[in-house]
T-cell receptor
Framework: GAVVSQHPSRVICKSGTSVKIECRSL??????MFWYRQFPKQSLMLMAT?????????EQGVEKDKFLINHASLTLSTLTVTSAHPEDSSFYIC????????????FGEGSRLTVL | QKEVEQDPGPLSVPEGAIVSLNCTYS??????FMWYRQYSRKGPELLMY????GNKEDGRFTAQVDKSSKYISLFIRDSQPSDSATYLC???????????FGIGTKLQVIP
């Protein structure tokens, strides 16, 4: 099946710094990618929908200035957590829909962010 | 009220048992129903995808949807230790619309 690669898988940073997470669709073009956040014992929460070549669409309550999303190509979307704080520590997962194939939603492996 | 309700478990069963995982939902507009499996510290992977009421079978897995009761189930036959994971139900209004997830049920299959 299609593969979505996410990098880094784990990152530890100091409070106040910015962290960038990459999401790549390896064998299909993804005009739309999705960014989720998952807290322990909670469901996946959709943060934003990333659209290639245009601005991301953020879900209610998600700070667009804090979570910068860039979808510059059909295979790459990035999420930058700006001025990270300990409460931003979480598991971030991206996904991409293979519109050209089955339409299935494929997920990356996730990125564990720890802000000290 | 959450849109999708799912018992987080944990659920422990002996190897070979039949496992029943369930979700209820409140919005009758949901039309597409999915089950994902998520291993620890990994992204979810799609197991089953259905859009009509009734049963869909794939190997040891059977997905069941009852739209009148707003209730979906996943059955795992002859459960294996490798089935130990968190199972998330998910649903959407349309085939390509955003997906809403349940909290996930943690399953442990004991050898």
């Amino acid at each position: 099946g299609a593969v979505v690669s996410q990098h880094p898988s784990r990152v530890i940073c100091k409070s106040g710094t910015s962290v960038k997470i990459e999401c790549r669709s390896l064998d299909f073009q993804a005009t739309t990618m999705f960014w989720y956040r998952q807290f322990p014992k909670q469901s996946l929460m959709l943060m934003a929908t990333s659209n290639e070549g245009s601005k991301a669409t953020y879900e209610q309550g998600v700070e667009k200035d804090k979570f910068l999303i860039n979808h510059a190509s059909l295979t790459l979307s990035t999420l930058t957590v700006t001025s990270a704080h300990p409460e931003d520590s979480s598991f971030y997962i991206c996904s991409a829909r293979d519109f050209g194939g089955t339409g299935e939603l494929f997920f990356g492996e996730g990125s564990r962010l720890t802000v000290l | 009220q959450k849109e999708v309700e799912q018992d987080p478990g944990p659920l422990s069963v002996p190897e070979g048992a039949i496992v029943s995982l369930n979700c209820t939902y409140s919005n009758s507009a949901f039309q597409y129903f999915m089950w994902y499996r998520q291993y620890s510290r990994k992204g979810p992977e799609l197991l089953m995808y259905t859009y009509s009421s009734g049963n869909k079978e794939d190997g040891r897995f059977t997905a069941q949807v009852d739209k009148s009761s707003k209730y979906i189930s996943l059955f795992i036959r002859d459960s294996q230790p490798s089935d130990s994971a968190t199972y998330l139900c998910a649903m959407s209004f349309g085939g390509y619309q955003k997906v809403t997830f349940g909290i996930g049920t943690k399953l442990q299959v004991i050898p």
